[in-house]
């Protein structure tokens, strides 16, 4: 499957496929009726620790990715992340992960992307 990246804020598109919030936190200002979501998958999100140092900063988003992914291995975090390699394997049907961070650059979404490409 053809994995993208998308805030969860921009408008619900046909061509989105399978929609996944990657966010510990519901976004604010978004309905859940509003978000049309196939899944939400907050376990997969980032630690509220880890989330906090980070503060989507560029100059700390190698070491996040690297800690993230650290947090990745193990859990409920680990049992999410598997859940979107599931979805990721069906070739089928596009998959977007929706963020709600500002930084469509440097977020968790292009991490979790990142690692569904690789599999």
Same mark, same amino acid.
């Given at each position: 499957?053809?994995?993208?990246?998308? +805030?969860?804020?921009?408008?619900?598109?046909?061509?989105?496929?399978?929609?996944?919030?990657?966010? +510990?936190?519901?976004? +604010?200002?978004?309905?859940?009726?509003?978000?049309?979501?196939?899944? @939400?998958?907050?376990?997969?999100?980032?630690?509220?620790? #880890? +989330?906090? @140092?980070?503060?989507?900063?560029?100059?700390?988003?190698?070491?996040?990715?690297?800690?993230?992914?650290?947090?990745?291995?193990?859990?409920? %975090?680990?049992?999410?992340?598997?859940? #979107?390699?599931?979805?990721?394997?069906? %070739?089928?049907?596009?998959?977007? #992960?929706?963020?709600?961070?500002?930084?469509?650059?440097?977020? %968790?979404?292009?991490?979790?992307?990142?690692?569904?490409?690789?599999?």
């Amino acid at each position: 499957m053809a994995v993208k990246t998308k +805030r969860i804020y921009e408008k619900v598109e046909n061509d989105d496929g399978v929609r996944v919030l990657v966010d +510990r936190v519901w976004p +604010r200002g978004v309905s859940k009726d509003a978000a049309q979501l196939d899944h @939400w998958l907050k376990e997969v999100g980032p630690s509220s620790e #880890l +989330r906090k @140092w980070f503060g989507h900063d560029p100059d700390k988003y190698e070491a996040f990715k690297r800690k993230y992914k650290e947090e990745l291995q193990g859990g409920k %975090q680990q049992e999410s992340l598997q859940q #979107l390699k599931e979805l990721a394997k069906d %070739q089928n049907k596009q998959l977007t #992960l929706l963020f709600a961070a500002k930084d469509e650059q440097y977020n %968790q979404a292009k991490v979790l992307k990142e690692i569904l490409d690789r599999q």
